[in-house]
């Protein structure tokens, strides 16, 4: 063979060589799983594998699969993460890989950028790819940069998409609505496009969530099974969908809801999309969930490391009839019983205008002295004297037609230019414009004010009763009116960062109208969240069932309420309450006055064990075990520590019927080869359980459960229908 002829077989050979195998891998790994992509510069950035840990010469093996950051304009038929009307008018881009560096934060994380370019124009996308040490989480998001000449206007910028391959794929999500929330739907995927979306403007998890898990082996399991989960870190309006086309791939986006929020950028400008945080696990959906916990405890939740103190909220004890005597008989009660603190809800404040209902005075966080004659210093000083600690309500990005705040400054609330503005709750509440920094200045002062006049203040609530009502912002620019929702969230973000710079250690709940505010973009300024205004117990199990799928108890605000229940009007009987309250952050949400001695017993009694089992249940490991939604009379789950050597074991009879067959439970997360020692926590039967006190193997309870009994052995007069039992398990 002559020279030329080589030269020009090996040209041959050379350019039908795979470009994947000359490519730049990026492997993205966690203890429990690993994300590879093709990172190839001038090529698409694709994913190359999400799951099991893979080792180097299985990457050799792999080959690149689906553009995990598409944008719109080149194929536009298929949906992008990105679309951008460039400075020209042009509606196509077109990202390649430029460049992958490395970099670590605060934290200790590590931080992988691959930044793609736009192969004309000078923008560029950074794609983060976000791990931290022992944590089996991927936060991914990126930050896009204008380098045009004049602006670019954003019309859908999504923080990640990740294509999941077809095959027997599930999808669970959350959904509900007001004293309904975070109810469980699991379905498959199917052809065409799964929506999930939240438009509020202020809150958004009432009636969805920005988190949903993909099981890829069929219909869900809780502790077997391939699982991804994935939880949008926002506060604000989020969009997420799956497109599932006539390729292999279900096509996942996530990101800010792009829909009349489209955002300008001028020259030099960067716009940052908030993190999407992704997990694997091989141990089914509760696998997956406590992945999120741990990492959220560590990484996200504001003190996610403090267990949480056991609380009286005022609020369905008294609603807005505050007085000075009724609080503090209410702190008196709650410390009797073995309480930590006490929180005075709505009501106590107004001095032109009087917060006896929900239509006035919010804005005018002014102490009614006419309800409480020694203001906020004598009931600080009163907890003190009951031996526990004092909180309060608030409600600061809101304010009331009827108010000195309004009537002062009406132009610092969210209004439509030329037009009325949309009154709320109480036919007069209105949203103040969070994107204003003289409104931030506002919102900051209330809580530097009650800090700082009464820095003994343990506990703030946090409330936010309305969404955004109508689009307009009388501080943002005609031309940026589309910026209003995203610009919301940043002013609040920012006051949020002044608040806990100046104020670290007062614990705050991120309550809006229940569980308005249940999202992992909230949380790092907030302590916990109010699960929901409903706090009906058998509901509860439920919502909270729900919930525990992305937060952990920890976070997850859990009261006792009162028979009949304000709600539903559903006569619960204490154990039941006090038991379904107990798998949270055990809190009370009624009168004492009104409960019987034996309610008060049963309470204190429950109050008592929960502190016994409170870092269990807060800082453990959750495995559920039988989901209400399987309609099988029964719910339970357990919380295991991280040694393994102590755990509760909740059972909740959901339904009564006459020779009624309900499943024995296995449990799970236990040592199989370690002894653990069972008791009964707040127990109300006459006699004990016949395993009080006995021994089991792990493996034994792992593999058998115990057999529960179906009814509580009571006097006659004292049995219901409901059944409830928590059980301790203790390594010997």
């Known amino acids: 063979m002559n020279v030329n002829l080589a030269k020009a077989v090996l040209c041959s050979a050379l350019l039908a060589w795979p470009a994947w195998l000359s490519a730049e891998i990026v492997n993205i790994s966690t203890p429990e799983s690993s994300l590879v992509l093709d990172a190839t510069p001038g090529q698409k950035l694709r994913l190359m594998h999400f799951g099991a840990p893979v080792n180097a010469s299985e990457i050799s093996n792999l080959t690149p699969g689906v553009d995990v950051y ?213 141990e089914g959906l509760s696998g997956a969930s406590r992945n999120f916990h741990k990492w959220g405890r560590k990484y996200r939740l504001h003190d996610g490391d403090k267990p949480r103190k056991i609380l009286l909220n005022s609020w369905e004890g008294v609603y807005f009839d505050i007085d000075e005597p009724g609080m503090q008989r209410m702190m008196q009660d709650i410390a009797d019983m073995g309480g930590e603190l006490f929180v005075m809800d709505d009501g106590w404040f107004g001095d032109r205008y009087q917060r006896n209902t929900d239509n006035a005075a919010l804005g005018d966080w002014t102490v009614d002295t006419r309800k409480l004659p020694h203001g906020i210093d004598g009931l600080i000083e009163a907890a003190d004297k009951a031996g526990v600690k004092f909180g309060i309500w608030i409600e600061p990005e809101m304010t009331n037609t009827t108010s000195r705040l309004y009537e002062t400054h009406p132009e610092y609330v969210i209004k439509a230019p030329g037009r009325t503005p949309t009154q709320g709750r109480g036919g007069t509440q209105l949203v103040l414009d969070m994107a204003n920094p003289k409104v931030q ?160 017993t049963v309470c204190k009694n429950a109050i008592a064990d929960y502190k016994k089992i409170r870092p269990i249940v807060q800082l453990g490991d959750l495995y559920r075990l039988l989901s209400p939604y399987d309609r099988k009379g029964v719910a339970s789950l357990m919380y295991v520590t991280p040694q393994k050597d102590d755990a509760v074991f909740f059972w909740w009879k959901t339904e009564t019927f006459m020779n009624q067959q309900l499943p024995r439970i296995p449990m799970a997360g236990l040592d199989p080869d370690a002894t653990y020692t069972v008791t009964e926590l707040n127990r109300i039967d006459n006699e004990p359980l016949d395993f009080e006190g006995k021994a089991f193997t792990g493996r034994y309870l792992m593999d058998q459960g115990l057999e529960i009994p179906l009814t509580h052995r009571v006097d006659y007069d004292k049995n219901t229908d409901y059944a409830s039992r928590i059980l301790r398990l203790t390594r010997k």
């Open 441 to 600: 200045d506002i919102v900051f002062n209330v809580v530097d004010t009650l800090m700082t006049k009464y820095p003994r203040i343990d506990y703030i609530k946090w409330d936010a009763n309305a969404p955004i009502m109508d689009h307009g912002s009388q501080y943002l620019a005609a031309d940026k009116q589309s910026h209003l929702y995203i610009d919301w969230h940043k002013g609040l973000q920012k006051t949020l960062d002044r608040i806990r710079e100046k104020h670290p250690d007062v614990t705050i709940q991120a309550c809006a109208s229940g569980g308005g505010r249940a999202n992992w973009g909230f949380l790092p300024w907030f302590d916990e969240f109010w699960t929901s205004d409903n706090n009906d117990a058998l509901q509860r199990i439920y919502m909270q069932w729900g919930t525990s799928y992305f937060f952990p108890a920890i976070a997850m605000a859990s009261h006792v309420s009162a028979a009949p229940n304000h709600q539903t009007f559903r006569r619960i009987p204490i154990k039941f309450r006090t038991d379904v309250a107990m798998s949270g952050r055990m809190g009370l949400e009624l009168q004492p006055q009104k409960m019987t001695e034996e309610e008060r």
């Open 70 to 282: 598409p944008a719109y304009g080149i194929y536009p038929e298929r949906e992008a993460a990105l679309s951008i009307t460039h400075s020209d008018g042009s509606m196509v881009t077109d990202l390649n890989v430029k460049s992958v560096t490395e970099s670590t934060d605060k934290d200790g994380a590590s931080i992988k950028t691959i930044t793609l370019a736009d192969t004309k124009y000078p923008l560029t996308v950074d794609v983060n790819y976000r791990t931290y040490p022992g944590q089996d989480i991927i936060e991914t998001w990126t930050e896009i940069r204008n380098g045009e000449k004049s602006p670019v206007t954003l019309n859908r910028f999504m923080s990640a998409s990740l294509p999941v391959r077809m095959g027997n794929v599930w999808l669970s999500s959350l959904y509900g609505t007001w004293a309904n929330e975070a109810r469980v739907e699991q379905r498959p995927l199917a052809h065409g496009v799964t929506m999930i979306k939240n438009k509020d403007g202020a809150r958004n998890s009432h009636t969805a969530h920005a988190e949903v898990m993909f099981s890829l082996d069929g219909q869900p399991a809780e502790n077997s099974g391939r699982v991804i989960g994935a939880a949008l870190e926002y506060s604000g309006n989020y969009k997420l969908f799956v497109d599932t086309d006539d390729s292999d791939w279900h096509r996942f986006f996530a990101g800010i809801n792009e829909e009349n929020s489209a955002y300008r950028l001028a020259k030099g400008e960067s716009f940052v999309t908030p993190p999407l945080a992704l997990t694997y696990s091989t």
